[in-house]
Nanobody, 121 residues
């Protein structure tokens, strides 16, 4: 599986962005998909994940109520809708895929290249 993340950019605090992650391969619907982020000088941290069917979603406490993860298996794409953005959301955002159920540890089988989100105050 190859993953291509896009949609990052510069946004003011309080604004919104939608990240997309397009996957290659015919087995996309078999994978749990996750979003992680890494700010400068910090470890990679879990943001959100979604089960293969889309029926279950998981969020870090820091983004709960502001971010929404979704997927379209027909388009082999997972999304991360981000609202009420804060400067502390500034990071490189990575999408990831794993065949196993959800995990908030970065133990995923495949990773995208990352897309930079910068939130100005």
């Amino acid at each position: 599986v190859q993953l291509q993340a896009s949609g990052g950019g510069l946004v003011q605090a309080g604004g919104s962005l939608r990240l997309s992650c397009a996957a290659s391969g015919r087995t996309f619907s078999s994978y749990t998909m996750g979003w992680f982020r890494q700010a400068p000088g910090k470890e990679r941290e879990f943001v959100a994940a979604i089960s293969w069917s889309g029926g279950s979603t998981y969020y870090a406490d820091s983004v709960k109520g502001r971010f929404t993860i979704s997927r379209d298996n027909a388009k082999n794409t997972v999304y991360l809708q981000m609202t009420s953005l804060k400067p502390e959301d500034t990071a490189v955002y990575y999408c990831a895929a794993r065949l196993a159920p959800y995990s908030d540890y970065p133990k995923y089988d495949y990773w995208g290249q990352g897309t930079l989100v910068t939130v100005s105050s």
